[in-house]
T-cell receptor, first 111, second 117 residues
Framework: TQLLEQSPQFLSIQEGENLTVYCNSSSVFSSLQWYRQEPGEGPVLLVTVVTGGEVKKLKRLTFQFGDARKDSSLHITAAQPGDTGLYLC???????????FGSGTKLNVKP | GAVVSQHPSRVICKSGTSVKIECRSLDFQATTMFWYRQFPKQSLMLMATSNEGSKATYEQGVEKDKFLINHASLTLSTLTVTSAHPEDSSFYIC?????????????FGAGSRLTVL
């Protein structure tokens, strides 16, 4: 069983559309991170959310941390082909000795 | 920002040989590093936690004799895949724990693609 469940698993959309990716858990996290990974490369950190209810914006990307710190969402406005990649949520547990990753969302933005 | 260098990026070896992958923190000290394995189109699977100066902690189902981890210094962790077989072919990624926005985060290496013939 995945500690962090992401949905959807796959998303193929046209350039200019909006989308939302969800990351859910039954566990409380002290923080959650979102990463983007391109083929053949390591994941790159996009954002960290720490406070319940927190909203962070990174250009066209909006990240939200649930009030109970069990879930998070990533919303992309006017998606572009450059947004294509694997999006991963992750969080530390066990006193920060481990980081677990969500199941991932593979996004493909078609021009 | 924090940079993690991983080498080699690609390696092809014959079945039965051993392969070593290095993971270095370039501008910071990393007492803890993590090794992940990733299958095509899947998320990252934690293999083990590498602790400087002590034994690595392996996840359930990961063979410690197959995947040897050494963390001899504050900037270097190595993963050695011993007696590699085709089923060990995968994308291996290391990471080091860092700090961002008041929280622990991970900085990743670029990954190593292992192909065992």
């Amino acid at each position: 069983t995945q500690l962090l469940e992401q949905s959807p698993q796959f998303l193929s959309i046209q350039e200019g559309e909006n989308l939302t990716v969800y990351c859910n858990s039954s566990s409380v996290f002290s923080s959650l991170q979102w990463y983007r990974q391109e083929p053949g490369e390591g994941p790159v950190l996009l954002v960290t959310v720490v406070t319940g209810g927190e909203v962070k914006k990174l250009k066209r990307l909006t990240f939200q941390f649930g009030d109970a710190r069990k879930d998070s969402s990533l919303h992309i406005t006017a998606a572009q082909p450059g947004d294509t990649g694997l999006y991963l949520c992750a969080g530390p547990i066990y006193n920060f000795n481990k980081f677990y990753f969500g199941s991932g969302t593979k996004l493909n933005v078609k021009p | 920002g924090a940079v993690v260098s991983q080498h080699p990026s690609r390696v092809i070896c014959k079945s039965g040989t051993s392969v070593k992958i290095e993971c270095r923190s370039l501008d910071f000290q990393a007492t803890t590093m993590f090794w992940y394995r990733q299958f095509p189109k899947q998320s990252l699977m934690l293999m083990a936690t590498s602790n400087e100066g002590s034994k690595a902690t392996y996840e359930q189902g990961v063979e410690k004799d197959k995947f040897l981890i050494n963390h001899a210094s504050l900037t270097l962790s190595t993963l050695t895949v011993t007696s590699a077989h085709p089923e060990d072919s995968s994308f291996y990624i290391c990471s080091a724990r860092g700090w961002d926005s008041g929280a622990n985060v991970l900085t990743f290496g670029a990954g190593s693609r292992l192909t065992v013939l």
